[in-house]
């Protein structure tokens, strides 16, 4: 029974997420697809659980009522079918509503429904641009990820389940006692009013803290997640203090949010307690002044006051979860911000899989500026042909590693064209293209995975002597065997720690070089790849390397000239712009840039005087 409504719900929609809304109720109704039909029920029951608990104070008079007039002889005769009728609700009606209630919720929504929010999320945000992750902690992206899932679901259950209850619940409650007396309501209606300014009161203010303090706890856990994720760096540095300082800072800051709304909860307590000691002290006053003018029953009385004695706990249920509704509803506005953001980089509605014969990849007239207008790339042309490799050399900011990320698509030009194959790669997928394309780069980042699942990640079809054959190439089946992990997981099987901590960075790199040694891609792309190898292991490697790149359109960048002197043809640029191109021996010869920096180079290395601004777009 428990699997059937659990399975009600799909936690795992198949549809290709799209950016959500960015207003509150469209970003909520966005994430509540699908969950129409459960939540009216949920609302159903709600409303019939309501008016059930509303019933018993009414009977509960009757039978007051019942007990001070009715022959006790004759009372199960006379009164047996109404006697009857409220059993069969106390006991069969009231339990059932409740248990399908329970099940609705904690069966079919409460973990189906935000989960359904994290996967549509997720995968909308693993489609986001690559300037999107480079602007955002990673920490503060996942927290908002599962903070504003949550909130959503709780705020869309405690508009229809929690307030729905209340509604029907005070409106049943005072057509009840005005059934008995009229006057005995004025008192709830005060109360009601009261209660109502106070709610309107309080309650957006702790919504407008609840929205800072959600922003204020993704930014603690980025800079928390951001300092562990470098937690090398912190250590070389002697950092520690800095860093707790720091950690501090953001604590301080949501804190402060916090002390805030401690002070508002505190007020709004207070509130609610002072107009209930007066709610019970008028209501019974007036129930016990009517009863001695004979208006009223004892019936009546109890129908009266019993609800509200009910009342004076559900008030501060009712305090609660309104705080809660505005703070989930802030929440979910602070999520928007993150969640609800357009993707600078889309494929188009007719885009076709990019297909690759012979590999020429050609920029055309290509211009990028990161948006300020001017520099990085100018009017760039470039043509490389089938099979032909290609190294790009220049000083530090000249547009080197722009050019790639523009190949990638990892930004879109903002003039001319780029074309592999004559397909402009902005017709194509993404998802095609990068397929096509091996990229082995100096700053090598691992998963937090096993040997065997990282380099597999190149292609995750391939066949276990495959992957063999990848590590030997790239020479990592040296030290492969040798790994072990915490839990005391062995070889391909040991885990490497977050971004490949627990491995050197020559190790890195090797596993790096199979996995796209696996991949086996046409075209090849080659950043400082051998950088963080000694030199004997980068003599290994370099002949596999050129194995790899026989048949492949191959374009390297290298600080070192040495290690892409050998190529076909070396581009010089510099400020976006080809100033240079030929053979190492014909640039030589040419006595221009090139030549001078081969000549600066001491022990194979380019001077680096100047910081690369395509790094910091």
Not at 468 to 485: C, G, H, T, V, W
């Amino acid at each position: 029974m428990f699997a059937f409504f659990e399975k009600l719900i799909k936690p795992f929609p198949t549809e290709e997420p799209v950016q959500p809304p960015a207003t509150l109720f469209a970003f909520c109704r966005f994430y509540t697809r699908g969950m129409e039909p459960y939540l009216l029920i949920m609302s159903i029951l709600t409303g019939l659980i309501a008016v059930m608990e509303v019933s018993l104070f009414s009977f509960l008079g009757k039978l007051i009522d019942w007990v001070g007039t009715e022959n006790p002889a004759s009372f199960i005769q006379d009164k047996g079918d109404q006697l009857v009728w409220w059993a069969i609700m106390v006991v069969i009606g009231l339990p059932t509503a409740v248990f399908l209630h329970s099940l609705i919720i904690h069966q079919t929504l409460l973990g189906n429904y935000p989960m359904s929010i994290r996967w549509l999320a997720h995968r909308y945000l693993l489609g986001q641009s690559l300037s999107f992750y480079q602007n955002e902690f990673a920490g503060r992206i996942s927290t908002k990820l599962m903070q504003t899932s949550l909130a959503v679901r709780e705020t869309v259950l405690k508009l229809l389940d929690v307030l729905l209850y209340v509604i029907v619940y005070f409106s049943g409650l005072i057509v009840m006692i005005a059934g008995s007396d009229f006057r005995l309501t004025i008192p709830l209606l005060v109360w009601i009013s009261l209660y109502a300014a106070i709610l309107y009161y309080f309650v957006p203010k702790l919504g407008e803290v609840a929205n800072r303090q959600a922003d204020a706890r993704s930014e603690m856990t980025g800079r928390i997640v951001d300092t562990y994720t470098n937690i090398t760096t912190v250590k070389l540095f002697s950092h520690t203090r800095r860093e707790a300082d720091y950690a501090q800072a953001s604590m301080t800051g949501f804190l402060d949010t916090v002390h805030e709304q401690m002070r508002l909860v505190t007020r709004l307590v207070i509130s609610v307690w002072i107009i209930n000691t007066l709610l019970i002290f008028s209501v019974s006053g007036l129930s016990i002044y009517l009863w001695t003018l004979s208006a009223v029953s004892a019936g009546a009385i109890a129908t009266a006051i019993g609800p509200v004695i009910r009342l004076f706990g559900m008030s501060q249920w009712i305090m609660w979860e309104t705080s809660a509704l505005f703070e989930n509803i802030g929440t979910v506005e602070d999520g928007i911000t993150t969640l609800a953001r357009p993707r600078h980089v889309t494929d188009k509605p007719e885009a076709t899989a990019l297909s690759i014969k012979q590999g020429e990849i050609r920029f055309d007239h290509v211009s990028f500026h990161y948006g300020n207008g001017s520099g990085v790339i100018d009017d760039f042309s470039l043509n490389i042909r089938p099979g032909e490799k290609v190294g790009l050399v220049g000083r530090s900011g000249a547009g080197k590693s722009t050019l790639v990320n523009l190949l990638l698509r990892f930004y879109d030009v903002e003039a001319g064209h780029i074309l592999i194959d004559g397909q402009d790669i902005s017709q194509v997928s993404q998802e095609s293209l990068r397929e096509q394309i091996g990229m082995v780069t100096q700053d090598t980042s691992l998963m937090h995975r096993s040997i065997r699942d990282n380099i597999l990640y190149g292609r995750p079809n391939a066949t276990e002597a495959e992957m063999f054959e990848a590590a030997k190439q790239a020479r990592a089946e040296e030290f492969i065997p040798e790994l072990s992990d915490a839990r005391d997981r062995r070889g391909y099987d040991a885990h490497v720690g977050e971004r490949g901590i627990k491995l050197s960075g020559g190790q890195r790199q090797r596993i790096a070089i199979a996995r796209v040694l696996l991949k086996n891609a046409p075209i090849l792309i080659m950043d400082e790849a051998t950088s963080a190898l000694d030199s004997e292991v980068e003599a290994a490697i370099r002949e596999n390397l050129e194995t790899l790149m026989q048949g492949k359109t191959v374009i390297a960048i290298a600080h070192r000239l040495s290690t892409i002197a050998a190529l076909d043809r070396l581009v010089v640029v510099d400020n976006g712009r080809i100033i240079e191109q030929g053979t190492h021996a014909e640039l030589v010869a040419a006595k221009g840039l090139y030549a001078q920096l081969w000549a600066r180079q001491s022990g194979g290395f380019l001077a680096e005087d100047v910081i690369e601004p395509e790094a910091v777009p």
